[in-house]
């Protein structure tokens, strides 16, 4: 079975670097439109950025670009986000997730889900 494990979340002040991982096991990661999302206490699950499993276009959210890179390396089966000059309003909790479609941002269409990395960003 697909199995979704992400790492690398923690405290950090504002300006600083986080680079987020998550590892696949049960299938290959570029089998996979791959995404990470983040929640926040009290808001609804938004994408932040993700990897078209036919294209291998990135996409990110309109308030991520230019400071978030995804990655994806198939050797090792995983996905990364590289995420420069946090903010407070990132604080939240992360989810690496895969779905079978084709595209998507839409977390409705991701069929796959880790249990999250924690990300709080102090000011």
């Known amino acids: 079975q697909v199995k979704l494990v992400e790492s690398g979340g923690g405290l950090v002040q504002t300006g600083a670097s986080l680079t987020l991982s998550c590892a696949v096991s049960g299938q290959t990661v570029s089998a996979f439109t791959m995404g990470w999302f983040r929640q926040a206490p009290g808001k609804e699950r938004e994408f932040v950025a993700g990897i078209d499993r036919i294209t291998d276009t990135t996409n990110y959210a309109d308030a991520v670009k230019g400071r978030f890179t995804f990655s994806r390396d198939n050797v090792k089966n995983t996905i990364q986000l590289q995420m420069n000059g946090l903010k407070p309003e990132a604080t939240a909790k992360y989810y690496c997730?895969?779905?079978?479609?084709?595209?998507?941002?839409?977390?409705?269409?991701?069929?796959?889900w880790g249990q999250g990395t924690q990300v709080t960003v102090s000011s």
């Open positions: 997730a895969a779905s079978i479609r084709a595209y998507g941002s839409s977390s409705q269409y991701f069929n796959y």
